[in-house]
């Protein structure tokens, strides 16, 4: 049964630092390509980072490059990400994802497995 389990969600002030964790089982984690993902308030889910097999390419949204990173432990089987610097913009329900591809994709239909999402409120 594929499973992915997102956790360190919470709430934090504007300025402050998260680090997001996702569990990934039943699945062969390694030959997967890894995303974040984010729905805010009354808004589309929309891209944030994703991560290829081995972890040496990523890409961000430019909303929040220079402020996230993604990063994956293989060994683990799980990928984080690491959020800085948030804004309150930044409020959402964040979702892992996982595309059985090769390539690094902005798509959420190409991803082929969700979690169920943690929150992450920022306040001013």
């Known amino acids: 049964q594929v499973q992915l389990v997102e956790s360190g969600g919470g709430f934090v002030q504007a300025g402050d630092s998260l680090t997001l964790a996702c569990a990934a089982s039943?699945?062969?984690?390694?030959?997967?390509?890894m995303g974040w993902f984010r729905q805010g308030p009354g808004k589309e889910r929309e891209f944030v980072a994703t991560i290829t097999w081995g972890g040496k390419s990523t890409n961000y949204a430019a909303s929040i490059r220079g402020r996230f990173t993604i990063s994956r432990d293989n060994t683990k089987d799980r990928v984080y990400l690491q959020m800085n610097r948030l804004k309150p913009e930044d409020t959402a329900v964040y979702y892992c994802?996982?595309?059985?591809?090769?390539?690094?994709?902005?798509?959420?239909?190409?991803?082929?497995?969700w979690g169920q999402g943690t929150q992450v409120t920022v306040s001013s």
């Open positions: 994802a996982a595309a059985n591809q090769y390539s690094l994709s902005h798509s959420p239909t190409d991803y082929n497995y």
């Open positions: 039943g699945f062969t984690f390694g030959n997967h390509v």
